[in-house]
């Protein structure tokens, strides 16, 4: 086991590793996919992409309750 001065380099050394791994591995698939879901379901809290996606989520699988505001006016 490394002691004193040798661990202290070991952790910064360590330190600048997962930095630079960070910067290298740039942007996150699973990060930007679910920012891309604005979407939720008020009733099973589903999320979805895009208005025309969720009223259509809405009216298959929820047809008893009444549809939200948010998606009156849109066409699916």
């Known amino acids: 086991m490394a002691r004193g001065h ?3 380099q070991s952790q910064q050394k360590n330190e600048k590793k997962q930095t630079e ?3 290298a591995k740039g942007h996150d698939q ?3 996919a679910k920012a ?6 008020l009733v099973c809290r589903t999320q979805m992409p895009d208005p025309k996606t969720f009223k ?3 009216e298959s699988k929820h047809p008893k ?3 939200p505001p948010e998606l009156e006016g849109v066409e699916a």
């Open 6 to 8: 040798q661990k202290l």
């Open 21 to 23: 791994m960070k910067k």
């Open 30 to 32: 699973k990060t930007a």
């Open 36 to 41: 891309a879901l604005v979407f939720t379901c």
């Open 56 to 58: 259509q989520h809405f």
């Open 65 to 67: 309750s009444p549809l």
